[in-house]
């Protein structure tokens, strides 16, 4: 008998706030992330977009509300947490 697949924690990172340290920046940023796929994952942070722009100059001037897609071989470190709650009674 199969049994059910469970998420992997790729997956269970959609919608959770997180800190990443990129190998891009000397800094690391906190935000949100909003997608996941087998390579990489969509981020919203306005501290990393803030920075982009300051390294981008005018290419991000249009862009409104902007998301990044990280691959994960770009990260050092993801930093994560779960509810109290859950964390408890696991």
Known sequence: MLQPALPSYRTKLVGKTVIVKLSLFSRAFTGKIIAVDEVGFCFVSDAMVA????????????????????????????????????????
Not at 70 to 85: D, G, I, M, R, Y
Request: aromatic residues 8%; charged residues 15%.
């Open 51 to 90: 920075a982009l722009r300051e390294v981008t100059g005018t290419a991000m001037a249009n862009l409104d509300s902007p998301s990044v897609y990280l691959p994960f071989s770009t990260l050092e470190w993801l930093v994560s947490s779960e509810a109290k709650a859950a964390a408890a009674s696991g």
